[in-house]
């Protein structure tokens, strides 16, 4: 390990009502097929060698003065509004926490990893798609500038899946993903369920110590109410992030939010091929509850869940009160992070409003590619001649937007020298819709070629570097709200 490497297994001092002590599955193989080298080098495992990433992350042996046994975490949720009371980590579990090279404290934490308590029927593995595709979604949000996990490893697994959604069998994989926080809205949904407030208290107590500090201090109702704040903005960005990325979750159940605002636990995800607001990314979701223009109405529907559970310990007219900051929150975190991924600078209030109609309004009517929008004008009127001279400089000039060049011209570029990158020298943007994301997984299913999928992820890579939307090195978004 290197000098860096902080282990700090916080969690499972909570005690034994939070998580269940579990083995990992036994695999027949062990094929590494990814490994985030610039994570591991800011969590201090950059120096592991090939055995070793094998030993901690395939047959997860425990870490260094790490968590000593992986941890299937407990908690319930409503899914798709419906609560269910048998749910908790059925494929995955806590494998251990450790420090960022900027102190925070982060979680690794499983999919695929074999069958817990909770996993009722299910066989606790996961698709070797399945792992490719949360692959490219963290990736591609995280260079978007989206707060989201990240996906650590992914070792091929030797075994054949049946799956109902997908031809079988298929083959298999084991996922760890790099999180700020495992803590989800249905944790303390579960307490509230078992009448248990000493244990609501102890959960509230942890998250703000550990992810929004600005929520400590005065007696227990307080705290409460401060705690849900803070939470209630994280979200109401993190809703933003994803409409400005054009990016559907497809399963915004109260167990898959958790309470630092932070995006992960990608199964039937989308990014918008053109803008449309009715658009749903799970087959299933035939009622369009989780569709793109519903999301951010489903995360403060899953904030009211949270608040109803801290009633428990807190005073009703305070949460209600800090429940009532999501619209005003999420209306900045909109205007805000779209500005930001356009690369230019608001002009506040209203004016932001009315450009951003404009602009949705024009990429509706007009259906031009979602991605290819925001790449023609990031930095605005500093990009005016390369989007007249792109492949739609056409709809550029039409009158329908004349509003939207206003809007442009009145707004400053922000670090203009962003646009002399190789990646904007390029007519078309990297995107990562379904065409997209299947173009790179056939070689794999079919022969076995993993260049497409590593092509894919160095183009990913330059619009990261090129947009450079993170906001400070670790690209973990200022995640705390305080």
């Known amino acids: 390990m290197a000098a860096r490497y902080q282990p700090d ?3 499972s001092a909570l005690g034994g009502e939070f998580a269940d002590p579990v083995e990992p599955a036994g695999f027949p193989a062990g094929i590494e097929r990814w490994w985030n080298t610039r994570w591991a080098e800011a969590v201090g495992l950059g ?19 790490n968590q000593e046994k992986p ?5 319930h949720g409503h899914q798709f509004r419906t609560y269910n009371p048998q749910i908790g980590d059925g494929r995955g579990f806590l494998f251990g926490q450790v420090r960022d090279n900027e102190g925070r404290l982060l979680d690794f934490g499983t999919k695929g990893s074999g069958q817990t308590p909770f996993s009722r029927t299910g066989d606790g593995r996961l698709t070797l798609k399945g792992a490719v595709r949360e692959l490219l979604a963290s990736e591609m949000l995280e260079a978007l500038g989206v707060y989201t996990s990240k996906t650590f490893a992914i070792f091929e697994t030797g075994e054949a899946l049946h799956r109902g959604d997908e031809p079988s069998p298929t083959r298999s994989a084991v996922m760890t993903r790099l999180s700020h926080s495992h803590v989800r809205i249905g944790m303390f949904q579960r307490h509230a ?13 942890y998250a703000i110590e550990h992810f929004h500090p600005g929520a400590a201090g005065g007696d227990t109702p307080a705290r409460a109410a401060a705690f849900l704040e803070h939470t209630t903005a994280a979200l109401a960005r993190l809703s933003a992030e994803w409409m400005a990325a054009g990016f559907v979750h497809g399963v915004l159940n109260t167990d898959n939010l958790v309470v630092t605002g932070e995006s992960f636990d990608y199964g039937p995800w989308r990014f918008l091929p053109v803008f449309e607001p009715g658009f749903t990314a799970a087959y299933f979701d035939e009622g369009g509850l989780y569709a793109y223009g519903r999301q951010p109405e489903s995360v403060l529907w899953a904030l009211e869940q949270l608040a109803g559970a801290l009633l428990l310990i807190g005073e009703e ?8 900051t999501f619209p005003d929150q999420y209306r900045a975190a909109l205007y805000e992070a779209w500005h930001r991924r356009l690369g230019i600078a608001p002009l506040g209030g209203e004016a932001d409003g009315a450009f951003l109609t404009s602009l949705l309004r024009f990429m509706h009517q007009s259906q031009l590619p979602f991605e290819a929008a925001v790449f023609d004008w990031f930095g605005g009127a500093g990009s005016k001649d390369r989007a007249f001279a ?6 550029y000039r039409a009158d329908g937007f004349e509003s939207v060049l206003e809007g442009f011209d009145a707004r400053a570029p922000v670090r203009p020298e962003r646009l002399s990158h190789r990646y904007f020298a390029q007519d078309e943007p990297t995107d990562m819709v379904f065409e997209t994301m299947e173009a790179a997984w056939a070689p794999i299913a079919q022969s076995d070629d993993w260049s497409a999928l590593h092509t894919l992820l160095g183009q990913v890579s330059d619009a990261h570097e090129a947009y450079d939307l993170g906001r400070g090195r670790s690209g973990f978004l200022d995640e705390t709200t305080s």
């Open 9 to 11: 297994p916080r969690f």
């Open 317 to 324: 007219d305070s949460l209600v009160k800090a429940l009532m």
């Open 47 to 65: 120096d592991l060698d090939g055995a070793a990433r094998a030993a901690h992350f395939h047959r997860f042996e425990a870490l260094p003065g």
């Open 193 to 205: 369920w078992l009448n248990r407030p000493d244990l609501i208290e102890a959960l509230m107590d």
């Open 390 to 395: 792109g492949p739609r400089g056409k709809h």
């Open 71 to 75: 941890q299937a975490l407990r908690y």
